[in-house]
């Protein structure tokens, strides 16, 4: 019976390295189930849910991973994936929205969105930022409570982000996935 574990490499970045992570994965017998791969700064990094049969170790999937650029320093994390448990019935997990925001780039603007988020109660579900020309972009994908009051969140998030020279806006996925459409 297969074995799923949560894999997170970081490395150099190179052209190939994809291919090279997710054939050494292949060659062990791993399937994939999300992943999720970036590039910041010049390094490769990506995060892995993968089934692999039972009798490969996670010692073995990390002497793999490693083998693949023998002596480039390669950061390799496994752990065994544990699956959320199930919400009980009527416990709605709410709606996916984003929030676009962008400002001059200064100290502690990620602290004080995701800080007012928190207080909130919303989840953030995925996250990216981008400094460009000394402006500070960010682009998050969160999770509301059911019932959240949408127009009140709006105009809360507006004026505490103002107070700190960044414009922002709350949008549902899915009018975001309509007009951001590539």
Known sequence: ????????????????????????????????????????????????????PATVTAAEVRRRLRAIQPGAPWEVGIRPYRPPRKRRPGGA?????VITASGPDKTGLVATLSGFLREKGINIEDLATLVRDEVYWMVLTVRLPAGSDVGALKRELHA????????????????????NEV
């Not at 994809?18 to 060659?27: F, H, I, K, P, W």
């Not at 549902?172 to 996935?177: A, L, N, V």
């Open 1 to 52: 019976m297969p074995h799923e574990f949560v894999i997170s490499i970081m490395a150099r970045d190179r052209v190939g390295i994809v291919a090279d992570v997710t054939g050494a994965l292949r060659e062990l017998g791993g399937n994939l189930a999300d992943l999720s791969q970036t590039v910041l700064g010049g390094y490769f990094t990506m995060i892995c849910i993968v089934a692999l």
């Open 93 to 97: 997990p709410g709606s996916r929205y």
């Open 160 to 179: 505490m982000m103002a107070g700190v020279g960044v414009r922002c806006e709350l949008m549902h996925q899915s009018i975001f996935d309509a007009t």
